[in-house]
């Protein structure tokens, strides 16, 4: 696990916020020239719950203890291994 991302997971002090960045938060890009972070999750449903007005709260709260007054988006992560379906793979049917 990363460094930052575990980091930013104690400094949250809502224990659902925290394990939900501990378990899917993959990546933590900051930049430093535009104050913005880029948060990356590996789940479409951890992602949502993020988002929520509760989740949003605690998230920013403990991004503040660590980085101060930013702005921030959650992204979905791409990940290298893919199904073959995102990656375009075709299958071949034999009959």
Known sequence: ???????????ITNSHTSH????????LDFDEEANHLTIHVD?????HELESKECDHHLQSG???IYGDITYE??????DSGSDREKGI???VHR
């Open 1 to 11: 696990m990363d460094h930052n991302v575990k980091a930013l997971a104690e400094a």
């Open 20 to 27: 939900l960045v501990h378990s899917h938060v993959k990546e």
């Open 43 to 47: 789940n479409a449903a951890p992602l």
């Open 63 to 65: 991004m503040e203890k």
């Open 74 to 79: 959650l992204k979905l992560h791409k990940a």
């Open 90 to 92: 075709g299958h071949e």
